[in-house]
C-alpha cells in the first residue's frame, strides 16, 4: 500500500502562536508532496509544492513567510503555519507522490484539523 | 476557463442503480487521471486511475477515459450507501496536478 501520516490530527492553538504540521510516507519514498487547505464545504486549495531538497513552490495567493515549508527527506515534509490568526483555520491536507517511474499517484494523509482561538 | 470541471452536483441515486460522474479537463495533453473519493470531514482516498483510452475496471467502479472528446467518468455500479461521498476528478499535466471541485455523491436506501 501507500500509506501517508499526519500529525497531528487536530490542533488548537491561541492566535499569535505557530504550529508545526508534519507530512510522512511510510512505506514509499517521496520526492513531491504537496499541501492543501480545505475550508468547509469548499473543495481542495492547494498551498504548495515541496520537492525533497529544495525550495518549495507557493501557489498564488499563499504568504511563504507565513506557511513554511520544509522538505528535509523523501519521507517527511513539515508546514509550519506563523503567527497563526483565527482566518488560519482550516482543514490542511497533505499528500505524496512516489518518484520517477511510478504511476504518479498521489496518496494524501488524514488531515489536520487546525483551529486558531 | 478552469483545468478541470466537474458537475458538483448534488447527483441522488437509489441503492442498487449505476451512478455516473463525469469530469471534463482542457488540456489536451494531459496523461494521467484519477478519481478520488472524500467523506465528510475526512481526507481524499485514491479509488481509481486511468491512463489509456477506454475503460479500466475495478470492482464496482468502472474509470472510462476519452482523450478525444477530453473527459474522463466513473461509474459506480449496485451503488450502496456508503458510497454516499464527494467524488473528486484529478488530471496530472507535467508536474502539476489539478482537481476539480468535486461530485456530491448521495445514495438512497
Known amino acids: 500500500g501507500a500509506v501517508v501520516s499526519q500529525h497531528p490530527s487536530w490542533v488548537i492553538c491561541k492566535s499569535g502562536t505557530s504550529v508545526k504540521i508534519e507530512c510522512r510516507s511510510l512505506?514509499?519514498?517521496?520526492?513531491?508532496m504537496f499541501w492543501y487547505r480545505q475550508f468547509p464545504k469548499q473543495s481542495l486549495m492547494l498551498m504548495a509544492t515541496?520537492?525533497?531538497?529544495?525550495?518549495?513552490?507557493?501557489e498564488q495567493g499563499v504568504e511563504k513567510d507565513k506557511f513554511l515549508i520544509n522538505h528535509a527527506s523523501l519521507t517527511l515534509s513539515t508546514l509550519t503555519v506563523t503567527s497563526a490568526h483565527p482566518e488560519d483555520s482550516s482543514f490542511y491536507i497533505c499528500?505524496?507522490?512516489?518518484?520517477?517511474?511510478?504511476?504518479?499517484?498521489?496518496?494524501f494523509g488524514p488531515g489536520t484539523r487546525l483551529t486558531v482561538t | 476557463q478552469k483545468e478541470v470541471e466537474q458537475n458538483s452536483g448534488p447527483l441522488s441515486v437509489p441503492e442498487g442503480a449505476i451512478a455516473s460522474l463525469n469530469c471534463t479537463y482542457s488540456?489536451?495533453?494531459?496523461?494521467?487521471f484519477f478519481w478520488y473519493r472524500q467523506y465528510s470531514g475526512k481526507s481524499p482516498e485514491l479509488i481509481m486511475s486511468?491512463?489509456?483510452?477506454g475503460d479500466k475496471e475495478d470492482g464496482r467502479f468502472t474509470a472510462q477515459l476519452n482523450k478525444a472528446s477530453q473527459y474522463v467518468s466513473l461509474l459506480i455500479r449496485d451503488s450502496q450507501p456508503s458510497d454516499s461521498a464527494t467524488y473528486l476528478c484529478?488530471?496530472?499535466?507535467?508536474?502539476?496536478?489539478?482537481f476539480g471541485t468535486g461530485t456530491s455523491l448521495t445514495v438512497i436506501p
Open positions: 499528500s505524496a507522490r512516489r518518484g520517477p517511474g511510478s504511476s504518479y499517484e498521489q496518496y
Open positions: 512505506d514509499f519514498q517521496a520526492t513531491t
Open positions: 515541496s520537492n525533497e531538497g529544495s525550495k518549495a513552490t507557493y
Open positions: 488540456d489536451r495533453v494531459s496523461q494521467s
Open positions: 486511468i491512463y489509456s483510452n
Open positions: 484529478a488530471v496530472k499535466n507535467g508536474n502539476q496536478f489539478y
